[in-house]
C-alpha cells in the first residue's frame, strides 16, 4: 500500500516529467522549422578581394605593405583567418571577426634580406615584388639620440623606439632606416628630409623574451630588458663612492649595502640613507630628485635608480626655494665667487702671485612652476652646507614679463666680461636651431650630444691634468652656426656644467709653477680663463674682445644661459670656437636669431633672518654676523656683508604684494640676483689667507687675497660701525692663534677666575661664612 506522502512525490516527479518532454518536443519543432536539423547550418562566408603590394619594388631590408580587402558575405558574424604566403612558405597569419555584410582592410608589413622575385598570396589572391640591393648611399642625413624606452619592460608589454634624424646637407635628402632586434630586423621606414630640417622616427616593438635585448638602428645602439610581469629592479647608488666600498642604507628596515640592484615585486618601498657617508667625513646631500630628506617613500611602477648624493667636491652655499609643500633644491649660489683663485705668477719675491679678484654675483633662473607663493611672499633658503665661510651682500628677485612665444634666459658673470653683458635678459625663440656642426678637440662628432636638454653631455678633459704648464690641455669645441648673414642679433643658448676636478690634481697642478728647475716665467696664468675665437679673412682663429669672452659655467647643477655674438663675427664664416681649460662639458647650444622683445622687470627685496640649522665641527673662526634680522645688509651690494659658517642659513623672504600682474599675452619667469663671496678651509693651499673672517673681501680690491700693506676693506665710519653692530659672533680656534696670543689668553682668563675666587672668598669670610 502506497502512502500519502509517496503519492505526493509520485505526482511532482510526473509533472517534471511531462515539462522536460514538452519543452524537449518544442525544441525539436523550432529546429525543424529553421531546417537546423540533419546537417543544414548557417556559416558566415568570406571572400578576399583587391590584394594590393606597395612598393612592387623594393630594397633589401625595406617593408613591403601588402593589404586585402575581406569581406563577411554569409548571414551570421563570423572570424576568418588570413594566411600570408611568400613563395609558398607561410610567413604570417591575422585572425579577423567580422559582422555579417561587412569588409575590412588587413595589411601584413614585410621586408626581405635577398634580391630576387617574390611571390605573394593570400587565400585565392595572389602576386609578386621585386627585391633588390640597395644602391651604394650617399645620404647626408644624420641620426642621433637613440632612445628605447622604458628601458625595463614587462615581457608582452611594447617598447617604444625613438631617435632623431637631420639633414644638415644643403639639398633633400632620403635614408632608410633599419631596426634589428638582436641582430634580427623587426622593422624599417624610409625618411626624406629638406635641406636643413628635421624630424624624429619612431618604431614600436613588444619584449617578447625575458633578458636584455641588443637594439640597433643603423649605426646607433642601445638595448632594453624584459621582466617578469608585475616586477621591477630598484637600483640604490651612492655618490661619490666611499673609499673602501659602499654604504649602508635600508629597505622597509632591511639592511643592505650599495652599490643595490634586485628585481621586486610593485609596490611602495621606503628607502632610507644615513646622515654621513661610512667614513663620517661627508654628510647627505640629496637625492638624484634633490630631495634633501634621506628618507623617501616610492611607488614601484618601474625600473627605479636612486642615487645618493653626499657632500664632496662642491662649494658654496645652496638654495632650496619653496614649492608650495616642501623646499626643493635649486642650486650653488654664486661659484664665481670663490675666494683665492690664482691668476698668475710673478717675479716679485714679496708678493709671488697674483690673484683674481672674482665677481660675486649670480644670476640663477628660478622654476616658475616650482617656485608658489607662501602667505603671501615668495619663501627661499642660503644654507651653508660646506666648510667654509660666506661674505652674503645683497639679494634681490628679479621677475621678468615677457611675451608668451618667446623664452627668457640670462648671461652670466666674470671678472674680465662687460658689465653691460653681465646679467642681462635676452629673450630668445622656443625653437631655436641647432649648430650645423659640433667638433672636439679630438676631432669627434658632438653635435647628437648638444642637440637637446637631456643630460646626454660631451666629454672633457681637466687642464689642472695637463703634462706641464708649457704644454696645457684644453677642452675646444668648434660650433659652425650656419649662414647668419641676414641676423640682426645672434645670441647662444647653452646648458653646460664644469668639472674643477679634485683638490689634489689643483694642489699638484700649483706646484709645477715653483718648480725651481723649471720655473713658470712672469707673467704665466696658473689657471687661464675660457675664451672664444672667430675666423678672420684668411680664415685663422682670431680671439675675441676680453670684454665679451665665453664665461665659465657653474658647477654642482647644470645650468643654461645666454651668450650674447651680436657684432663679434668678422667675416661671413659663422664658425666659433670655445676653449676651456677646466673641464666643461656641454648638454645643448643652440643659436637664436630673433630680434630682441620687450620685457618688463620688477625687483623685490626680502626680509633676511639668520639661524642655526645644524651645529658643526668647523675649524672657521672670527667675528660672525649675529643672529637674527639681517635685511638692512643684503639691500644693496656695499661691502657690508652677512657673514657665516657651516651651519648658518639664511632665511629670505620676498613680499609679492607689490608685484602687478603680468599683461595680457605675456608671462612670468623669476631670477635671483645674489652678491656673495665665499673662502674655504684649504686656505688656498697655503699661498693666501687663513681659515678666518678676515680679511674680509671688498667690491674695490684687486684680487684676494689683497696686499694688505696697499689695500684694506673700507675703514670709514659706516664701514666700522656695521662691524661693531652686527658682527659680534666671536668664534675661536686655538689653531689659527700663535703660541704667544694663546698663552696670553690662558693666563688673563686664570688671573679673571683667581680675582673672582679671591672676591668670593672675602664676601664669605666677612659674612662669617
Not at 139 to 164: D, Q
Not at 457 to 466: E, H, K, P, V
Request: charged content about 15%; overall charge negative; glycine content about 6%.
Amino acid at each position: 500500500m502506497v502512502s500519502r506522502s509517496a503519492k505526493s512525490k509520485l505526482k511532482a516527479i510526473l509533472v517534471i516529467d511531462v515539462i522536460i518532454v514538452a519543452a524537449a518536443a518544442g525544441i525539436y519543432l523550432y529546429l525543424q522549422n529553421t531546417g537546423q536539423l540533419a546537417g543544414e547550418t548557417q556559416e558566415a562566408e568570406f571572400t578576399v578581394t583587391d590584394l594590393t603590394i606597395n612598393p612592387l619594388e623594393a630594397e633589401i631590408g625595406e617593408n613591403v605593405t601588402i593589404s586585402a580587402n575581406v569581406t563577411n558575405t554569409g548571414e551570421i558574424d563570423g572570424s576568418h583567418m588570413l594566411n600570408l604566403t611568400i613563395n609558398d612558405e607561410l610567413k604570417e597569419n591575422q585572425t579577423i571577426l567580422l559582422p555579417s555584410g561587412t569588409s575590412k582592410i588587413v595589411e601584413f608589413a614585410h621586408s626581405e634580406m635577398a634580391e630576387g622575385n617574390y611571390t605573394v598570396k593570400i587565400d585565392d589572391q595572389s602576386g609578386s615584388f621585386k627585391i633588390k640591393t640597395p644602391a651604394p648611399t650617399t645620404s647626408n642625413i644624420v641620426l642621433s639620440r637613440l632612445l628605447v624606452t622604458p628601458y625595463e619592460a614587462n615581457i608582452g608589454s611594447p617598447v617604444n623606439i625613438k631617435l632623431s634624424a637631420n639633414n644638415p646637407g644643403t639639398t633633400p635628402d632620403r635614408l632608410l632606416i633599419k631596426l634589428t632586434i638582436e641582430g634580427e630586423l623587426a622593422d624599417s621606414k624610409t625618411v626624406e628630409l629638406d635641406a636643413g630640417e628635421s624630424s624624429t622616427v619612431e618604431f614600436t616593438v613588444n619584449a617578447t623574451s625575458e633578458g636584455s635585448h641588443k637594439v640597433k638602428v643603423n649605426a646607433l645602439s642601445n638595448s632594453f630588458r624584459a621582466v617578469p610581469a608585475g616586477m621591477h629592479t630598484i637600483t640604490v647608488l651612492i655618490s661619490p663612492v666611499p673609499k673602501g666600498g659602499g654604504g649602508d642604507f635600508t629597505i622597509n628596515g632591511e639592511d643592505y649595502v650599495t652599490p643595490y640592484s634586485a628585481l621586486l615585486p610593485e609596490g611602495t618601498y621606503t628607502v632610507a640613507m644615513p646622515s654621513t657617508d661610512p667614513t663620517g667625513q661627508y654628510g647627505f646631500l640629496n637625492w638624484e630628485n634633490k630631495d634633501t630628506n634621506p628618507s623617501r617613500t616610492i611607488s614601484l611602477t618601474t625600473a627605479t635608480i636612486l642615487v645618493a648624493y653626499y657632500e664632496h667636491g662642491t662649494s658654496c652655499p645652496s638654495l632650496f626655494i619653496w614649492n608650495g609643500t616642501d623646499y626643493v633644491y635649486v642650486a650653488e649660489v654664486s661659484n664665481h665667487g670663490w675666494l683665492g683663485y690664482i691668476n698668475y705668477v710673478t717675479d716679485n719675491p714679496d708678493w709671488p702671485i697674483v690673484y683674481w679678484r672674482n665677481n660675486p654675483w649670480d644670476y640663477i633662473p628660478l622654476g616658475r612652476n616650482q617656485l608658489q607663493l607662501r602667505n603671501g611672499y615668495y619663501d627661499l633658503t642660503l644654507t651653508q652646507k660646506w666648510n667654509e665661510i660666506f661674505y652674503l651682500d645683497s639679494v634681490c628677485l628679479v621677475a621678468v614679463d615677457h611675451p608668451t612665444d618667446v623664452d627668457v634666459y640670462s648671461t652670466l658673470v666674470e671678472q674680465y666680461l662687460d658689465p653691460a653683458y653681465m646679467g642681462q635678459i635676452y629673450t630668445v625663440s622656443k625653437t631655436p636651431s641647432p649648430p650645423i656642426s659640433a667638433i672636439n678637440e679630438k676631432g669627434q662628432n658632438v653635435l647628437p650630444q648638444i642637440l637637446a636638454i637631456d643630460d646626454v653631455f660631451t666629454l672633457g678633459i681637466n687642464g689642472a691634468q695637463s703634462q706641464s704648464w708649457t704644454n696645457l690641455s684644453w677642452n675646444r669645441l668648434t660650433l659652425n652656426l650656419g649662414d647668419l648673414s641676414d641676423a640682426e642679433q645672434v645670441k647662444l643658448i647653452v646648458r653646460a656644467i664644469v668639472d674643477w676636478g679634485s683638490a689634489d690634481d689643483y694642489n699638484n697642478w700649483i706646484n709645477k709653477f715653483f718648480d725651481t728647475t723649471n720655473p713658470a716665467p712672469n707673467g704665466t696664468q696658473i689657471t687661464p680663463a675660457p675664451y672664444m675665437e672667430v675666423k678672420d679673412a684668411n680664415g685663422n682663429w682670431v680671439r675675441v674682445e676680453e670684454s665679451r669672452q665665453f664665461p665659465l659655467p657653474p658647477d654642482g647643477v647644470a645650468r643654461t644661459f645666454a651668450v650674447n655674438l651680436t657684432g663679434l663675427f668678422l667675416t661671413n664664416d659663422y664658425s666659433i670656437r670655445l676653449n676651456n681649460f677646466w673641464n666643461v662639458t656641454f648638454d645643448y647650444i643652440a643659436v637664436d636669431t630673433t630680434t630682441q622683445e620687450n620685457i618688463t622687470t620688477q625687483e623685490i627685496y626680502p626680509y633676511a633672518n639668520l639661524y642655526q640649522t645644524f651645529t658643526t665641527g668647523s675649524t672657521a673662526s672670527g667675528n660672525f654676523t649675529r643672529y637674527g634680522d639681517v635685511t638692512a645688509l643684503v639691500l644693496t651690494a656695499d661691502d657690508m656683508f652677512v657673514i657665516g659658517r657651516q651651519g648658518d642659513t639664511v632665511s629670505l623672504l620676498f613680499p609679492a604684494t607689490n608685484l602687478t600682474a603680468p599683461a595680457d599675452g605675456m608671462e612670468r619667469d623669476f631670477f635671483l640676483f645674489v652678491s656673495l663671496w665665499f673662502k674655504d678651509e684649504t686656505g688656498n693651499w697655503g699661498y693666501g689667507f687663513d681659515f678666518t673672517v678676515e680679511p674680509i673681501p671688498f667690491h674695490n680690491m684687486s684680487g684676494f687675497p689683497y696686499p694688505l700693506d696697499t689695500e684694506s676693506y673700507p675703514n670709514d665710519t659706516t664701514h666700522l660701525n656695521y662691524l661693531q653692530q652686527y658682527n659680534t659672533r666671536l668664534v675661536i680656534q686655538f689653531s689659527h692663534l700663535e703660541t704667544s696670543y694663546v698663552t696670553t689668553w690662558i693666563i688673563a682668563v686664570i688671573t679673571i677666575l683667581t680675582i673672582t675666587n679671591l672676591g668670593i672668598l672675602v664676601y664669605f669670610k666677612k659674612r662669617g661664612r
